[in-house]
Every structure is written in structure tokens, then in C-alpha cells.
């Protein structure tokens, strides 16, 4: 494997030099700052091997890091190993940032170079500042990749579906007319959006370019009279045309965002977001209006389209709890199927592979199931604290003996919803630390969950309320503790998001009923084992009295916690309450989903303790 | 009253209309965004009547009206009747924020006019925006009330004092080293203050131009060869001329400081904290940076020296450390004199304000007191709704019944610390909801107290730790959990704070060992009682181990809670088990401190609940 890597960073070394290129970075990244990009987009695979979703290589003639983060420390020391790239740990002490990197390695006069298109605007414009401090320049015309890569794959190209309002709650006249209210309070003439899911839900559209991710590659330029829809020929079907024919969407080819840009008509300001487009398209879009006459300039702030889609309207809320019901009956029935099975010394050993396909095969016959939101989590023992761990048969893939605990983490697409939901499992005996942090890790999460708060509150005031049991005992998850999710989109959306660190210039949004959040701590202990319990929550509104609006969660999974591993010397009268409230409604609504014998068990799992 | 106010405000709409200005606004503030302004500065009590220590006046030809925030609702509600001036409580649902008001009811080509030296440069700015958005323009070099406040107070002008290392822990040429170090790595030649207490921190002086303040009015330039004091003769006595002569300061009159940033010889960027100094000063330095040849600006960042001045070096520590314990011994005193005096019957009632005298008395008596840290609060019953309540005998002075509840919030100014303490006490029967809502304060109070949390964390983060019992009971104090304190300095301190809302552009510091922070948490209920408990914090290092750096809090305040307002129904085990300790910790550390009679009464008080 390694020298493998070595001998494609030694051509990218070559192809630096050719181009005068001092430093070459290779973020994670398609053009549209997705999470997760299509295969074409994995360069930075392929020159490291490293396969995380997010890390960003920079490779210098005498050196090459990657920076990646807590959830992939461990994966990525072991897949970096004899390749010779330095592994960079983000935000542990001594570690530098890549901006610290860049400031301490960059010569004068040196060049930095990257493909624009794969670098949100505001990081390209940091990257920018630091290499004007360095007087240096860029170089972001180049994607080095593509003279190296021989059998590079393809960009993606699906025919894209319209979605029905029954499924999205608000039709697109409805949604297109809200964002130009914004752009009209914000005395801007058009707004641009690279950002797929923000397009997805503007327009009702959905497609399949990335794995599941129902999304389609395309730009989009809305002004005050039309919609400029830029999408590749081969993902536009019959359908999409008569539809954007009825509402004033013009169709263009997906390549040609850019160059419309700086020809586009510009009768004022541009409104877009930094995060949502990328370095390359904010130079076009600068450009295009720096050659208007007067005063036309690009206007940035945190998109409206994106706050619209993170607020679920009441159909997409009515379609998610009952999306929500049916995903969680599943994981019931996987639970108790896998708990006999692997307690079954007769039968034969599953391996983490077989328990996800299981799973995977149940998810797949429920109602309106069209993907899986990501790919399946099952690890066994130590593989579970790797937090984003892929089972694959022959490489990696434990068999679940009964001992100890099995972590599975797992969603899927539907027409009614995305689902995200972690479950840790004892499989028999298990220690009495495991016992300890998983009642810790119940009782954050139930924390959590049991929230109530005020208007205006974020996700770094909230926070505290789940990590506080594990800091107390000098533990903590190096990961935010949740994400905001999409409807029949992205499983990770923001906003909403649950983390301590405040990022200067990127505020969270406060809370609003109609979010939806995860709620996921965990303790991840290297090659020992690793606890996660993930509950999706639904932000509610609570009570509004003299002293104000105050909101609270409704849990959205209801899937039991493992009654094997809670240890009640770590719970208090408050979380143990909190504990049986969940299991109680858990009972309540999963049992007309179930079987007679899975409805035994699962009254035997919802107990009160 | 209220027609003595509606008569100035009618001079000043005369003045207004003679100097064409169409909205005039007065803060609360002097020259130096000091929370507490000389008498001297008290123009918006002149003309409106409200006493609070924070709220800004804007009167236009047709309507006055006052914002001011929660901690003084109940009181300017009652100070401003009658005087038609509209009461605009911030941060209320539909209150418009002064600057919603101006852009709503500013003409186009209006004129916003205040005295630009008593308004910090941030706002400056900010209104500056305002006024440009609506087409008009800012009047800043009239100070409207100079003209009509007939015998307004000369500005203060007391002698100042040096501090010596046994006191302050670090001298002023270290301090100096320090802060040119941050000029330095911020590539500046210079640095502006105008901040009272940055500047008496920085050269180890005090003054006493501010009750309970010890600072003197002062303006500073640091360059990296010299110091330049702009501060009013009156104030330089021979021991501050001979240490300025030491240490190379120059001693300027007060008056010339913006007239110097026009003539000083930049020879480059000049560094400066927008909250620090004026928006006259602001236009002064951009100004004198703007004539000269080459590129230099005014950076801005928010000020070292308050970061420096807010962690406390080990002898400020150790000063502190004791300052608290004897100033908590007296408060032990004062509670059990004035509980004993009130079950008295046969004793002479005591009222509000001579409550507040024994104790300022006694306060009085301790090693190195200098002044008050502020005008006790002294109340009782529904007085103590009032956050900020000042018994004044004849006006508004309680007498002491043996039942209910009674407040008091005080604190004192010594050589070796300043402090700040809240206890609410019980004075005979109370009812079960005085009880609950004591207990939720005091379980407010423990759980901030006993909390460990990761470095890096703010007050942001945990704010939630200390209002989450009270926002599951629907009640909420409408002000932050927390403020810094100085070293023989201001009662309020910034950095740090604890507050759950975060304000874009004013991204609270992470919390460091040595840092001082105020927990009071708090029920407020408007005519019927106020419960208050205030603890001071020390930042301390609690472990570090493979999860990272944890921080943990110390108490410095050390007086016990009132067991008699304790409802054990709402204490959990976790919370009784701090408050135990708590009190386990008063009796150990206070009971050498006291009399054989105090000490028998502080062993009741501290017995486990």
C-alpha cells in the first residue's frame, strides 16, 4: 500500500515543479463543498490512502501531512502507516493548524496551489490572507490529480426526480418566493448556491450523484424573474423539464456556471454565502461584477435557503416522525435478532459484515426506503473506537463472539425522511468499566434529551448538558456531540449543530421548533472499546410563561437503551426517570410495529429499572 | 420629579433644534466606557431621572425614550412614571434595540447627535452605519448638557497612588514587556487605552475619581520606547511624578490626548481595543495615522491588558485568597448579628439602611479596606425584586420583620482584592415556595461551582449549568450567571463572563487558571421577594490527563448557605453532596477567623443536610 502512495506523491512532486507550485493541498472536497463527495472527487485518497470522509493533505517537495479529525485518529494512523505522511491531529496541543502550517512553511515569494473549485470561498480567502502575509501567491487553476490519475472516475451523472408535495410540505413557488423576500430585505437583486442539498431542497429536485446522498451536481443563480438551473445534460429527464418549464427554470449545461457568471446581467448586488460556494466561483462571480458600472458587489451571509431547510415544515415533520417509528422497529428487530443469534452456540459465528448486510436487508423493505443514509457501522470490541468504522470482508471484519459490546451505527434515505441512529449492544459478560461508561454515556444522552432551554439558546449552551457526566470523570469525546439532519438529504445538515467550541465568524443558530438534531456522546477508548449512543431529537416548544418562550427536545428514536449495561450506581433519581420516561414511550409506540415475539422482548427491554 | 425632567428635556429639544440635530442620545458613560461614571457624567439622570447604572436615553421632538436591561425593569419602571419618557426594556419580545429604533424612525438626511467622547468606538461606528444606511449623519462634538445642567459637578480629581509588588504581584516594566510583546507579534508601533482599570493595572496605580472605583481619569500611549499618561494635574502627586521619571512616562494633561494622536509621530500600525477607548478618539487616531505618508492603520483586537489584568498572578492570588476569607468572616458575623437582632423582639426594629451601615461598618474594620466595591444592597421582601436596590432612608427603607426573606449584596475594596458577595437569608417563617426557589438558587449556584470542564471552554458553555433547574421549572433570572472581578479594582470585571447568549463580534474568552468569576443566580418575582446567592470563583487547573486539559472552580467567597430556606425534596444527591462540602469547607477555613460565639453559631449553620 504505501509505496504505492509514495511513488503518486513523488508524480504529484513532479507535476508541482512543472506548474512552479511550491505547496499542493487536496482537501476532501467536490466543487460544492459537499460532506461527502463522489468518487471522481477522492484524490486526496489516492495520493494518501487515507479514506475518512474529511482530512486535507498538503505535500511540499520535502514533505507531506495530513490534517484530519478526532473521529479519524485512529483510522488514519493505521492507514497511513509506512506511507510517510505525517498525520496531523487537529486541535490536540502542539499540533498546528494548517494555517499555522502554511504561515511557518511557506517561504517568501513561494506559491501555494490547489483546485479552486474544490475550496469553499472562505477558506480560499484565508488561504488568500496567508499567502499575501507570506508575499507569496496561489495557483488555483490546476487540478494536479487529473495528469497522475490514469483511471480516474467519471463525474456522476443521474437522471434527477421531483419530489411531490405530499413529501416536502411547500411547493417551490412557495420556497422561491421566500428566499427573494430575503434577497429583497437584503437589497440584493440574486443569489447564487453551489450547495447541492440547499438546490435539492429549493427546488423540490432530487437526484443520485453521490452515495447515499440523494443529490445532483448543479449550480444555481436565482434573481428577482428567474431560476438558472446548471445541471450536466444526462441528469435531466422528461420530467424535470416540464417542471422547470412551469416554473421559469432555465436549464443550462452544469460546466458552464462559471463562465455565465461574469456575462450574467448584473442589475445590482449578489447575495451568497461563503460556505456554500466555492473559491473559484466567488472569483467569477467578483469578477462578473466588477465589470458592471456602479456599485454591484457580492453581499455574503449564512444562507437563507439553508436556515429555511434546517426549520421542517409540518408535513416533512409528520412524514419524519413516522419515518422515524418504522426505522426504529427495525433496529428493535435487528437487536433482538442479533443478540440470539450471537448468543446461539449452535449457530454460526456472524462477522461484522453479515450483521450489517442483515440490517441493511431489513432497513431496505421498509415503506418508501430508497438508500442507506451512509454506510453501515458495525464493529465489534476494539473496532468500535474508530468512530467512523467500515467493516469490509477479507480486510477488516471481526466475528461476534458473546462477550463484551457491538456498536452499530446506521440510517436510511426515504421518501419520508433520513434516518441516523447508534445503538451499543452487549453480546454477554461484560466489565464493570464498560458498565460504568456506558451508563455514563446513557445518562448524556438522556441529559441531553431531557433539555429544556430558552429561545435563542445554541447547541454550544447545550453542549455541557451531555459531556458534563463524562468531564466529571476526566473523559471526553473528541467529536461535537450533535448534528443537524436533513429531509430525504444529507444525514449531517447544518444548522442545527451541538458543540462546545465556538468558531469565531461561524455563530450556531439558535434553536428553533422544527430542527432536527442528534444527540450522540460517546467514550471511545483505543483498542479496548467504543460507546456510542445516538438519539435523533426533534426541537420542540415547551411552555412560554412571564420569564419567556422556552423549548425542549421530543426524541424522535425510540429504540431501548441495552438494560444489560446500565450500572444504576451511576445514575441519579433525575436520569433514571429520564430514563424509564424514554423506555415507557419507546414501548408505547414501537409495539403496533412489531411481532408478537418481538413485542415480548421488547417489553422485557423497557422495564422500568 | 417627573415634571423637574420633562422641563430639562424640553431645554435640551430647544438646544437640539439650535444645533440641528433631530435625535440626541445620551449613554451611560464617561470618556473611558467605564461601567460606573463620575457624577460628572450623570447627564441621562439628569435629564430622565432614572438612577440605574446602565441605560441611554434618546430624546426626538415628539418622544423620549429610555433602554435599560433587566436588572433594572422593576426600578426605572418606577423612577420614570410620569415623565413620559417610554421605558424600552432590551431584549423583551417586540422592544425594539436602539439601533431597530433609529433605523425606524431616522428621516432620510436626519441628524443623530451625542458627545462622541461618551460613546465607546464600537457603537460609534455601528451608528455611524446606522446614520449612513438612513442618508443623514452624526453630530459627535456637542455635549448638549453642558449648556443646561447649571451646577453639573466639575470632573473628579483625586491624588493617585503607586502600588506596591507585595499588592500587585508583577512590576510595571514587566507588565510593559508584556504588552509590547503583543505589539510586537501584531507587527504595531504603538497602543492606545482609555479603559480606567487596563490603565491602572498596567502601571501598578490607583485613583479614586469613582466611587468604590480605585481609578483615576487617564488616557495612555504605549510606543516601544516610551509611555505618554494624559491625566489631570490635580492628580499627580511627587510619589507618581518620581516613579513616572523611573520608568520613562511622560505626564500629559488630561485634556490633550486626542490632540496628541494628531501630532504624534506614527511610525506605524497602531493597536487598540474598539470597547477601550471613545469613538472621538477613534476619528482622532484614524485621523493623525491618515496624515501620515505609507500605509498606516489602526488595528484592532481585543485588549491584551485586559486579558493580562484578568488572570491573577500567584501574590494576587494568595492576596486574594485571604482578602475573601476575612471579608466571608465578617459576613458570618453580620448574618448571625442581624438574624439574632431581628428575633429580638424586645430590640428596636432595624430598618434596610441601617442593616446596610452595621455592615459597611464592620466591613470597614478589616486589614487594608479602602472603600465599598459598591453601594451595598440592603433589602428586604420585595425589594429584593430589584436587582439592583439601594435602601435611602425617608425614600424607600424597609424595616426588618422576623419573617420572610431579606437580601444583601455587598462588597469591599482592599489593598489585597476587591469583593463581592450575595446572601439571602431567612429572618423568620417562609412560605414552601420561598423554599423551592432558594434551593433552586442554591443548586444553580453548586452546580456551576462544581463543575470540571475542558479548557478552551467559556462562560457561554457553562452558563446552562447554573439556569438549567431554574428553566425546568419555568423560571429564569433576566441577567449573565457571572461576572469578572478585579484585584483592587473594578467590582466588574470583562473577561470572563458567564452568559449563555453569545453576541456575534464579541466572542466571550475561554476560561484560564487565575481568572476570577462572579455565580449568582438568582429568583426575581416583582412585588413579592428576590433570592440572590453570589459565590466568587477561582479558575484552577483540576487534571490532565489522556482526554485533554480540565479546569474546575474554587469558591473564594466562603459564608454559608441558609439551611433554613433549603427544601431537601429539591436537592439530588449529587447536589447535597456539594452543598455539604461546601459548607464543610466554611467551617474549616472561616472558624479560626471568629469570635468562641461565631464559631458556635457557624458550626449550626455548616451541620450535613
Redesign the interface.
Known sequence: MSTIHADRIEKLRAAMEKSGIDAYMIPTADYHNSEYAADHFHAREYFSGFTGSAGTLVVRPDEACLWTDGRYFIQAAGELEGSGIILMKTGE?GVPSLEEYLDQKMEEGSVLGFDGRCIPCREGKALEKIMKRRKGSLNTASDLADGIWADRPALPCHPVMVLEDDYTGEDIESKLGRLREVMRQEGTESYIDSKLDNIMWLLNIRGEDVTCNPVALAHILVDHRNVYLFIQDGEVTGELRSYAALHRISILPYDDFEDFLSIYDHRGDMLCDQDCISYSIYLAAAGGLGKRAGNCGLITKKSPVGHFKSVKNGVEIANIRGCYKRDSAVMCRFIRWLTERVADTDAEPVRESEAAGRLDQMRSEISDFMDLSFATISAYGPNAAMMHYEAVPGVSDAELRPEGMYLVDSGGQYLTGTTDVTRTIALGPVTDDMKKHYTLTAVSNLQLMG????D???G??????A??PM??E???YKCGTGHGIGYYLGVHESPPSIR???F?GR?DEPFEPGMIVSDEPGVYLEGKYGIRIETILEVVDH?E?E????LSFEPLTLVPFDRNLIDPDYL???TRKLLNEYHERVRIEIMPLLSAADQEWLISQTEPI
Chains 1, 2 share one sequence.
Do not use: H, Q
Open positions: 496541543p433539555a429544556v432551554f430558552m435563542g439558546c445554541t454550544a449552551n447545550l453542549d455541557i448538558l459531556r458534563e468531564w466529571r476526566g473523559l471526553d462546545w467550541k465556538v469565531p455563530l411552555i410563561n420569564s419567556g418562550r422556552f441519579t433519581p433525575y
